[in-house]
């Protein structure tokens, strides 16, 4: 089992950086791909980016492309979300999850966190 607990969220203006944070504990935490997604108000929550459990494949939404980088250190069961180019679209509630292997579909993670706020003021 792996909880989840993210950090980082905030308000931004239009073209500013945020780093997100995803503490995991956990035993399978190194052998689980980890996801973030984002929920508007709104809307569907939907996939922002994922990564394999060893840190060598991504795969980004086209919206984010190019603006965010996924990552993670093991050592520290910790993934993180950097966010460059911010837009108003971003705005959103930010969830890091786990899965069994690198998905862009929300049905294939198994836990997730209570969400983080992301505002970008235009």
């Known amino acids: 089992q792996v909880q989840l607990v993210e950090s980082g969220g905030g308000l931004v203006q239009a073209g500013g950086s945020l780093r997100l944070s995803c503490a995991a504990s956990?035993?399978?935490?190194?052998?689980?791909?980890m996801g973030w997604f984002r929920q508007a108000s709104g809307k569907e929550r939907e996939f922002v980016a994922t990564?394999?459990?060893?840190?060598?494949?991504?795969i980004y939404a086209g919206s984010v492309k190019g603006r965010f980088t996924i990552s993670r250190d093991n050592g520290k069961n910790m993934v993180y979300l950097q966010m460059n180019d911010l837009k108003p679209e971003d705005t959103a509630v930010y969830y890091c999850a786990a899965a069994t292997s690198i998905a862009t579909v929300k049905s294939e993670y198994h836990y997730w966190g209570q969400g983080t706020q992301v505002t970008v003021s235009s």
């Open positions: 990564i394999t459990s060893s840190g060598s494949g991504t």
């Open positions: 956990g035993r399978t935490f190194s052998g689980s791909a």
